[in-house]
């Protein structure tokens, strides 16, 4: 990865997000051409009633029979009845071109999120990810139901509108453009400074979900290092950064309506007066003259509509280019790699780690600097530290997720820098504390580690995690289906599964980081024995929630700042009455 990379997922350009959705449309053009054609009848027939009325006018000024008058009411009555169909046939059609274009861009952008390598979304965080395919979506789902709809109608009404105004009388058609320079100054006030607000805005969101997700998921770490303060700082300054962008958004687009209304009040006016002067002087008729204010003045609601939906419209529009960047972020190719061959006598991979240094790309400071670490085949090393010493980090490069910028991370005699991730997936397994629970049968979920694996396999793992008790309780044991829709599982069972996926993809090395975090004290015991069981026979590294899970491995490494500053058993570390032995004395208390 260059070190150019951003420390966000790219956002696409207003013309880029454009080209997306127009080579999208062009797929199906019998739908979009369906809807523009019933947008433009629709909006057509609306303001039919108001030339229809300029007729009643004249009829009456100029003593025509009641017959024709009712002749009139009756076209009046029929527009105003196919106006309505035509606008519901287009709301239908609009509304499912946009669906149509939603779940393609839901599913490109997923697909993208997927194919992205670890690093990767490391890189950049889960809220930034999690924020585009979960909250982006739901802005451009909204903007789609509402906003799309009415501002495309409502421009072509304006259009057709404008156009009648004209075919009236040039002029009259002129006074009303004169309304426009007002318009256009509102609107070049407004765009060139709404889009970055809006892009701060949702790039806000995205920072507050990154602080709620990493507090949330690490709580117990962060209660046992007595950070909640901190954390719980974090999340109400970026809280208090949201709301303050909130009130921004808010007072900028009522600065901008006040123009808006001012350009209407200039149209408004103009109109009146060049009708007056054109009447008396014989150029236009009463009708004429009567239709063209009524005219303008419908445009009120259109515009009206436009610049309140302008709003959700400029939040879709943020989002969707968010949504579209993703598209564009390097991709790797997802094979199935093979491992290295096992050591030649037969037994589980050493790691070791040699000077190993690691940034963030477009960030200076190193988050491990220098690291040497090993840990002999079979064995088990914990890492302890408090949030931010690079815990994680050196976890996921242990992983094969990253590459350092020194040194190196190798399996037995093979370099991880050398592996694409199916190669790195092969060797390592990495669990972590976000696990997932698909929804479908428990089976398939356990699949999802072995695809070729039996029943009986299954129940082994499951047998070795102590899930068997729960799993033969179910209503239809392997088969019953879990997840949303289904059975709920308790952070107990799923952490159980997760362990059972790691029994089943038989790699060589597992990295467990906080794994089993969200269980809860209650299945917190059992768990440990549950992942002492899952790692029989392979070399293990973990990353330490619990600092009695540090003490049963068969080293400890503590981090600070990057660096590791004490390695040892538990018994070494507490009586050298260091870092850990302060660590320790304070999770003794904590408990």
């Avoid at 007002?182 to 609107?187: E, M, S, T, V």
């Avoid at 790692?535 to 990057?562: E, F």
């Avoid at 032995?581 to 003794?588: K, N």
Wanted: proline content about 5%; overall charge negative; some cysteine.
């Amino acid at each position: 990865m260059s070190t150019a990379d951003p420390v966000i997922l790219r956002t696409a350009t207003g013309p880029q997000a454009t080209r997306w959705v127009t080579a999208h449309l062009r797929e199906v053009p019998g739908l979009t051409t369906a809807a523009v054609l019933t947008t433009v009848a629709g909006a057509a027939l609306q303001v039919v009633p108001v030339f229809i009325l300029g007729q009643v006018v004249d009829g009456v000024v100029a003593g025509e029979p009641p017959s024709v008058l009712v002749t009139i009411g009756a076209l009046l009555v029929a527009a105003v009845l196919l106006g309505a169909a035509a606008t519901a046939g287009s709301t239908y059609l609009i509304g499912r071109l946009g669906a149509d274009l939603l779940a393609r861009l839901r599913e490109a952008a997923v697909r993208a999120v997927l194919g992205m390598p670890s690093a990767r979304i490391e890189q950049v965080g889960r809220g930034d990810v999690l924020s585009r395919v979960g909250d982006d979506v739901a802005v451009v789902s909204k903007g789609i139901r509402t906003a799309v709809p009415t501002v495309f109608s409502s421009g072509v009404l304006v259009a057709i509108a404008t156009a009648g105004m004209f075919g009236l009388d040039w002029r009259l058609g002129l006074a009303g453009a004169g309304a426009l320079p007002a318009y256009w100054l509102a609107l070049r006030w407004y765009l060139p400074r709404s889009a970055p607000l809006y892009q701060r805005q949702r790039e806000a969101q995205a920072d507050r979900a990154q602080a709620l997700i990493s507090g949330l998921n690490g709580i117990d770490t962060v209660r046992a290092y007595r950070l909640e303060a901190d954390f719980r700082a974090r999340v109400t300054r970026e809280s208090w950064r949201v709301r303050d962008l909130g009130i921004e958004v808010f007072r900028f687009f009522g600065r901008f309506v006040g123009r808006e209304n001012r350009a209407e009040f200039i149209g408004l006016s103009l109109i009146i007066v060049v009708g007056y002067v054109l009447l008396e002087a014989g150029a236009v008729t009463l009708g004429q003259a009567s239709v063209a204010p009524l005219l303008f003045h419908r445009l009120f609601n259109p515009l009206g509509a436009i610049m309140f939906t302008f709003d959700e419209a400029q939040k879709s529009g943020a989002s969707l280019t968010r949504l579209v960047g993703v598209l564009a972020e390097p991709a790797e190719e997802r094979l199935v790699g093979l491992a290295p061959a096992a050591p030649a006598d037969g037994g589980p991979y050493p790691v070791t780690v040699e000077g190993l240094t690691f940034a963030y790309p477009g960030t200076e400071r190193p988050v491990l600097v220098d690291v040497n670490l090993s840990i002999p085949a079979g064995g088990s090393l914990a890492l302890v530290g408090a949030t931010g010493a690079g815990k994680t980090t050196l976890a996921a490069l242990i992983a094969g997720i990253g590459t350092p910028q020194a040194g190196s991370v190798r399996i037995s005699s093979t370099d991880l820098a050398g592996l694409d991730e199916a190669g790195a997936r092969a060797l390592v397994s990495i669990l972590t504390q976000e696990t997932h629970v698909f929804s479908g049968p428990l089976a398939d979920d356990l699949r999802l580690a072995a695809p070729e694996a039996g029943e009986a396999e299954l129940m082994d793992a499951l047998r070795t995690v102590g899930a068997t008790p729960w799993v033969e309780a179910l209503p239809d044991g392997l088969d019953t289906v879990v997840g949303e829709g289904g059975e709920r599982l308790d952070g107990t069972k799923v952490a159980q599964l997760a362990l059972a996926r790691l029994i089943l993809h038989r790699s060589p090395v597992v990295v467990l980081d906080e794994s089993t975090a969200e269980a809860g004290s209650q299945g917190a015991a059992e768990l440990e024995r549950a992942v002492t069981a899952a790692c029989a026979g392979r070399t293990t590294l973990y990353v330490a929630h619990r600092l009695t899970q540090a003490m049963a491995a068969d080293r400890i490494a503590v981090l600070d700042a990057g660096r590791v500053v004490e390695q040892g058993t538990h018994a070494e570390l507490v009586a050298r009455g260091g870092r850990y032995a302060r660590l320790w004395q304070a999770w003794q208390e904590g408990s």
